[in-house]
């Protein structure tokens, strides 16, 4: 059976990465005022992190429409696909999964199955992998959809970010509201929980966090039955000095770990997370 892959630009992975593996990815957009760009498109993430540095107005996102998705689909049916599994940004951050399961409504030429990832950036981008490899590796659908599941349940992303202010503005703040207020020396560390952004840990001072965002990782890793199998994603936005630091830190902790993938947060995650934010995904 030929089974068509479809994900959003909040993978964050450039746009050769669909192409080498045979994705489709409908991207989100991105407006600075009368500027409309597609996510990863026509913005790559360091253009979008220089315009937001110099912009007094906060960026505006958008999901894609129902006509987008109902055009992938269409597309990938006329290509023979029989099946298709369309994993995307989790609900509770945007209306993503929405369009699509819209989109299925108008669209009836071959079954899709939806999934909400319940997690964004770069994990929801490593899942997308894993589902892309086991089909070209000969899987057949019911072991990607297994696959794509025990990906959702055991995917995790921890962040610092510089200021909660881009989440307050961007209405995704979520339960880290409460950290609302908090000394301008306290670092909040996040993380997606049940799909929603909510603090994990605080402490004061950026090299704290730094080290106390690791000790998390090695927690989440140590609690897993199948730990020295864990995969790990470093992501940045404006900072790529940040991944040499937590690979550093990474190794000086004695984590185990499979393999390790660098990576640059998106416009559209970048807007709700702001400039000086790093990441770290396990899977």
């Known amino acids: 059976m030929k089974v068509g892959i479809v994900t959003d630009s909040t993978a964050d992975m450039p746009v050769d990465f669909y192409e080498r593996h045979n994705v489709t990815m409908v991207p989100l957009v991105v407006r600075f005022g009368e ?6 498109v026509d913005l790559i993430p360091d253009e979008f992190y220089k315009k937001m540095r110099s912009s ?13 998705f109902a055009t992938a ?10 099946r298709i599994i369309s994993i995307h940004i989790s609900s509770r951050l945007s209306g993503t999964i929405q369009s699509a399961r819209a989109a299925c409504q108008v669209f009836k030429d071959i079954p899709v199955t939806l999934i909400d990832s319940e997690l964004t950036a770069i994990v929801l981008g490593r899942i997308v992998e894993e589902l892309a490899n086991a ?15 025990d990906c959702r349940r055991s995917g995790r992303i921890l962040f610092v970010v ?6 307050e503005l961007g209405g995704r703040i979520g339960k880290a509201q409460a950290l609302l207020g908090s000394l301008l020396s306290v670092k909040p560390i996040l993380h997606l929980e049940e799909g929603i952004v909510a603090p994990r840990a605080k402490v004061k001072g950026a090299k704290k966090a730094k080290r106390e965002l690791i000790t998390l990782v090695k927690e989440e890793i140590e609690a897993r039955r199948d730990k020295k199998n864990a995969k790990l994603m470093i992501a940045y936005t404006d900072n ?3 991944v040499t630091e937590l690979k550093s830190l990474i190794d000086e902790a004695g984590i185990e770990y499979d393999d390790l993938r660098t990576g640059q947060i ?3 995650i970048g807007t709700y997370v702001g400039p000086g934010t790093y990441a770290i995904g396990i899977l």
């Open 35 to 40: 500027e409309i760009h597609k996510d990863w």
């Open 56 to 68: 007094d107005a906060l960026p505006k996102t958008s999901q894609p429409s129902v006509g987008d």
């Open 162 to 167: 510089d200021t909660l202010k881009y989440l």
């Open 240 to 242: 790529p000095e940040m």
């Open 266 to 268: 998106g416009a559209v």
């Open 73 to 82: 689909y269409e597309k990938l049916a006329k290509d023979g696909c029989e």
């Open 135 to 149: 089909r070209d590796t000969g899987a057949s659908f019911e072991e990607m959809i297994s696959l794509a599941e």
